[in-house]
């Protein structure tokens, strides 16, 4: 037996009223997960009583998005994470690393390079 | 009295035997599962490299042309992928494991050609 | 006002063989603020997926973490069963309900271990590991790993256990769980022991809640969640309940642990008994299609599988969110207040596995 998962898609203005109204009835941020092909996805999943929320919010690379921290303590690790290896970028974290929570040697290794650079590259 | 539980744990452990060996005079037992290194019964293979395909790790190297099979001890993680791939079963995982080193160990393995000379 | 100063903590510190690193604001003896910073071994194995075939990737799911292994790859593999359809049999679902609860005995005994070692209290710390090491000899003799078994993949599991060596487990477990009482006894009773757990860093429910901690860290505060009443695997056919303590100090963390390994014992001795015979692997064909999120209870709480395929052999991404990462914020949470001399117990009892936070 397997259990239907939905994922709701929300509007990026929309989110942080979103977390908002989930923190009131009582949920519990589960976690925040980015996958990134040729615009990103951002997926949050919260959980009440053994039961999974999604909502998904789309974006284009340059995109602002706000942070959910100030509501969500917790979402400050999972948001300068996805800044660190996907490069989203993402105001008013509760603690902002500014790209230093990972130490890694390449620039925001998990997302697709930029067409210029893949050109700079071939050069 | 609680101060004393510990104590009298540690006096009953005094008369029994130590839980620890004396490494390198006796050696550790392996089980009969024990996943040590890979082997191989370098007669029976057919070279058909799909051990070296499906390694993980890429340590298994595979030549047709000149018979040859060869794996990097140290690269290898002992998953048995390749046992389990193997179509001829002429690989097998073997109890003991690599020694240590300070670079890298490989072992070459040749199959035996009738008019070749054999390898020793 | 007392002046403030900044003291660094790890990434090396001799409680701690994990690189975490803590920026601790003082006031005196006392924490006022803790600025937590990890990466120092992230070594990107999320993305690794891009290069391995989806039946590979089981290999590198195993190897994120060296001590609960074994669930990674059970995580992973269920997540790909579910978008596949695939039903496992009966037996290989009780096989590695068995794999599972013994790794949580192994991690739990291990961690006991580690906590007596942060209060200095070292002959305790090593018979904890001599009885974790009839654990690992279990884990040799049925699957050949000691660490990292290689025994899940998807559709089943790779080894069988024979009707013999099931009874060998139990009777080991019956006499371990001798042993066990009088250690744990000296956990919960001894006088010095108590001294530095009693009443220290202090997790109400509400703040469990707010902060999101899992595992034993949420259930020592009274919040009854265990991922494993989901009743994924065998658990579904198992009779138990979570272990929770009220307290939310050091203390209660410790026995919800405790308290846990005799339950694992417990559903072990069921598994056991009710394991049907048969197959032990489910053939499959075909290439995954669709996204999926996966939830498990690992020792340190729960633990997060997300799939996403996209109908060739090579998935589009995999993440994992482990139980430390979201136990992080918690840990900031209760060293607020806290003294300086307790920061190490204080970041030992969210059961730190830092390798698994960063994959």
Known sequence: ?123 | MTVLHFSTYVIKKLFQKPATHLYPIKKQKFFERTRGHVAIDIDACIFCGMCSRKCPTGAIGVDRTAKQWDIERLKCIQCSCCVEVCPKKCLSMENAYTAPSEGSVKDVFHARVPDNQPDR | ?359
């Open chain 3, 1 to 359: 006002m007392s002046k403030r100063s900044i003291v660094p903590f790890g990434p090396q510190h001799p409680v701690l063989p994990e690189p975490i690193h803590l920026d601790l604001v003082l006031e005196d003896e006392k924490v006022v603020e803790a600025i937590p910073s990890i990466g120092f071994v992230h070594r990107g194995l999320e993305k690794l997926v891009e290069k391995k075939e989806f039946t590979e990737y089981v290999y590198v799911a195993e190897r994120i973490c060296g001590i609960c292994s074994f669930m990674h790859g059970m995580g992973y593999c269920q997540a790909v069963e579910n978008i596949m359809d695939i039903k496992v049999p009966d037996r290989a679902e009780y096989l590695r309900t068995l794999w599972a609860e013994l790794s949580r005995i192994h991690s739990h005994l291990m961690w006991l271990g580690l906590l007596a070692d942060a209060f200095g209290f070292e002959s305790l710390f090593m018979h904890c590991w001599r009885l974790r090491e009839q654990i690992l000899d279990i884990f040799e003799t049925t699957t050949g790993g000691r660490v990292i078994f290689s025994v899940c993949k998807i559709g089943g599991v790779r080894k069988d256990i024979d009707k013999d060596t099931l009874k060998g487990i139990v009777t080991i477990l019956d006499k371990m769980q001798k042993e066990l009482k009088e250690l744990t006894d000296v956990f919960i009773e001894d006088y010095s022991v108590q001294h530095r757990l009693v009443g220290v860093g202090v997790l109400t429910k509400q703040e469990a809640h707010d902060v999101g901690a899992v595992g034993p860290m949420m259930r020592a505060s009274g919040i009854a969640q265990d991922m494993r009443m989901l009743g994924y695997a065998a658990y579904k056919y198992l009779d138990f309940e979570p272990v929770v303590e009220n307290d939310g100090d050091c203390y209660a963390r410790t026995l919800v642990r405790i308290r846990e390994i005799y339950q694992s014992m417990n559903l072990i001795r069921q598994c056991v008994e009710k394991m049907p015979e048969g197959e032990i692997e489910e053939k499959f064909k075909g290439m995954p299609q669709g996204e999926r999120y996966e939830r498990l209870e690992q020792p340190r709480g729960e633990v997060i599988y997300y799939v996403k395929a996209n109908g060739t052999k090579f998935l589009d991404r995999v993440r994992v969110r482990t139980p430390t990462f979201t136990n992080v914020p918690a840990l900031l949470k209760v060293l607020q207040g806290c003294e300086l001399a307790d920061v190490p117990m204080m970041v030992l009892t969210i059961d730190p596995c830092i390798s698994c936070t960063e994959r």
């Open chain 1, 1 to 123: 037996m397997v259990d239907k998962q939905t994922i709701t898609e929300v509007k990026v203005d929309e989110l942080v009223d979103k977390a908002v109204l989930m923190k009131g009835q009582g949920y519990r941020l589960v976690q925040i997960s980015c996958t990134f092909k040729d615009r990103f996805e951002i997926t949050y999943s919260f959980d009440k009583d053994y039961e999974l929320e999604h909502f998904r919010i789309y974006g284009e690379r340059d995109e602002e998005i706000l942070s959910i921290s100030q509501v969500f303590f917790s979402a400050f690790l999972y948001e300068n994470e996805m800044k660190d290896l996907f490069g989203v970028k993402i105001k008013d974290i509760a603690i902002d690393y500014q790209g230093g929570l990972y130490r890694v040697a390449q620039k925001t290794p998990f997302a697709p390079q930029k067409e210029e650079e893949e050109e700079a590259e071939h050069v």
